[in-house]
């Protein structure tokens, strides 16, 4: 090319979660069958639309406005029955600040874009790697994180988190994923609370990813951070369709803008992000037409309260099994539907291995796996051996060894069987 046309933060753009499929997809074609525990997709695992809401969708598609654009910032029906539900809660939301996007895939990524490029976001760490990359990439430098710590229930350290404010004059905003992807962190509300803090001593706006905020059934009760920021700490709230109903074909996202008036820089950011908007002219309007009906449907909190049962008895028995297995830790989740296992300290090296099912696979596992992360070799190891494709924690942006889960089977005699065939196979690999 005459001129370099590679963004300088190109290298940064990963996403494991998806990235493994091409190397698992080669595995079936060498005769592995494949479990797919490596994406946060409920459609995927078997999950079923309950009816009635697959007759509101019905009833929208026969709407002659569903094929046509919506507003920029979104189908005002649906900002509006936002704003409803915020007030119940006894928080005041202007429809004008809410943006819809096609996913919040599609807001994460225009949130960092349109960052200055010499701000950073400080984020949790392990790290949902859309955050992580898209935040490290607008920047063209490493994402700066604070610890979620495995051996305190996955609980951040509020002490580093400060530290690194401090020593960082370039950190202008701090993001929570509450409930945390990939640990299932539920965020107490008092660490919530110093977190706000912080952003109020540093002058800092918060994003808080909320998309598995009706997704919790833990001890620790999921507490919005738009109920803790009262009027003077400005933040990015995001929501979105696709876990929760679940309905993540939709690409139907939003982000909530909460004390966008309190400061000129902060509002002109945001302007730019409506902006930036209509450039796309809109987000899909279908799933903005169908989200009034669906959370006005009185079957709703029951659908939501099924779901979180669900995961719950999905958490405790994966939990119990894990329990068992020495050389790892395995904080039982509260929220979201994931499970992330850590390797203890130099428990893995490049010498375990598994008995595979034939020569072309272990041929191609074995030059695969040169120069990996330990927590991966394990990962393609397992996918090998028993075809079940997790996602290391290393493709979180992390140091800590170990892999992520879904709880989303939905038959419990294969859950068990999934949850057996994993734990046993640890055990072979450790001892091997």
Known sequence: MRNNIVHPGADELTYEIRGIVFDAQYLQSLGVPIVWENIGD??????????????????????????????????????????????????????????????????????????????????????????????????????????????????????????????????????????????????????????????????????????????????????PLYNLIGDDVPALIMRGLSKEIPWPGSRCGWI????????????????????????QVCSTTLPQQALPLIFNDRRYSGHLQEKSLLYKKRADEAQQAMGKVNGIIAPKPEGSFYFSVVFEDAILNNN???????????TFIREKTLGMTPDKRFVYYLMAATGICVVPLSGFNSELHGFRMTLLEPDDEKFTQLLHTVTTTINKYLGS
């Open 42 to 223: 409920p459609i995927a695992k078997g999950v079923t639309m309950p009816e009635w809401i697959k007759d509101i969708v019905k009833n929208v598609v026969s709407d002659d406005r569903s094929y046509g654009y919506s507003p920029t910032a979104g189908m005002v029906d649906a900002r509006e029955k936002i704003c409803e539900m915020r007030a119940a809660e006894g928080r005041t939301l202007d429809p004008a600040n809410i943006l819809f996007f096609n996913g919040l895939g599609d807001a994460i990524s225009v949130v960092y874009s349109y960052l200055n490029e010499n701000t950073k976001v400080i984020g949790p760490n392990p790290a949902y790697p859309s955050h992580s990359s898209a935040e490290s990439a607008h920047s063209g430098s490493a994402h700066i994180t604070y610890t979620l710590d495995p051996y305190n229930n996955w609980l951040p350290d509020i002490k580093e988190l400060q530290d690194k404010i401090k020593n960082n004059p370039a950190i202008s905003g701090i993001l929570i994923i509450n409930p945390d992807n990939p640990t299932g962190l539920v965020y107490p509300k008092a660490v919530l609370e110093e977190i706000v803090s912080l952003a109020r001593e540093y002058d800092l706006f918060i994003i808080s990813d909320e998309i598995y905020a009706n997704i919790t059934y833990g001890e620790e009760k999921f507490v």
């Open 256 to 279: 909530e803008f909460h004390n966008r008036g309190i400061d000129p820089i902060f509002d002109r950011y945001v302007t730019s992000l409506f902006d930036a908007k209509m450039l």
């Open 352 to 362: 375990q291995t598994l008995v595979l099912p034939n020569q072309d696979v272990e």
